[in-house]
């Protein structure tokens, strides 16, 4: 099992190095494992040359004040978190340097790399495998020529890739177009394009996500899906008079009321599999092939996304899902840093 940490993020568009390391059996931890079906969590799935979790944690709100809260003062139970999902099997973590705002840019990964460093077992390095990770923001070229300074950091990573340094790259918030591009460019050079970063839900399922999934489903690219319960309105927890704070308050004021058949329709399957409507938003994003990265940062978030494995929805409560998303009028607004 491999602790890969994706370094790509929701809020710029960005290419994800993925290099090679060491094998390791897991250790012991003080915190206890939950208790899911044998098929997981074990089971993983194929990033590429990289074997991972079917699901990820987003670390966003580990540093990010303005739109989830953050307090030093968590740092604790985010530990705990930590602790939690590797132990039930969790190998992909999602962070980023924009990750936290003001002073605090850059919280996320410096709380990855304590929890790294603290978690049980780290003193013996053999037993735990960790994927670093180089990150560029930048994005290619809507011309067909790249500018000279794109190029570099292309052809800096392509040497990279040659002499053993990095196993794969993943790209972030790459539209239709730029995605196709970037593979050509890569294959050509003997690259391997493993993951593409989008947001991607029930929330989210416009004709650029929909091209995005369909080219990386016919290229064998992975497709990571970021905000899969779209910010929290796919958790069933907020209606129009019950509204989160801030910024993410407006947003929901906007979109909440025309997402009824949607919230109807995740509320009766998870009613009749005795799951949670989060659980339900989550599994619809695995059953569709992709990795979502829903964020945590408290236990039971935790605790709950990881209800998400370890079961599949039937075809027909697909298409229930499907089909409700399109009846809903209202749809998540799509990240503005994504390309065309």
Known sequence: MAMFLSNSTPAACSITCLSSSNQFSLPS?????????LLWPWQKVKMGPLTVSPMGFGTWAWGNQLLWGYQQSMDSELQQVFNLAVENGINLFDTADSYGT???????????????KEFPGWASRDRMQIEQIGIGQLHWSTANYAPPQELALWNGLVAMYEKGLVKAVGVSNYGPKQLIKIYDYLKA???????????????????DQM???????????????????????????YSPSTLPSGPRGLLFKQILPGLEPLLVSLRQIAEKRG??????????????????????KTVKQAEENLGALGWRLSSNELLQLDSAAQESPRRMIQNVFQTK
Request: glycine residues 12%; proline residues 8%; positive net charge.
């Open 189 to 207: 050079r003997g690259v391997p394009l493993c993951s593409a970063q989008v947001q991607f839900s029930l929330l989210s399922m416009g004709e």
């Open 29 to 37: 931890s003080p915190f206890k494992s939950l208790k899911f079906p």
């Open 275 to 296: 799951k949670t409507i989060p659980q339900v938003a989550i599994n619809w994003c695995i059953c569709k092939g992709t990795i979502p990265i829903p964020g945590v």
């Open 211 to 237: 091209e995005i999934k369909n080219i990386c489903d016919s290229l064998g690219i992975r497709l990571i899906a970021y905000s899969p319960l779209g910010l929290g309105m796919l958790t069933g927890k």
């Open 102 to 116: 003001g002073r605090l840019n850059g919280q996320s990964e410096r709380l990855l790399g304590k929890f790294i």
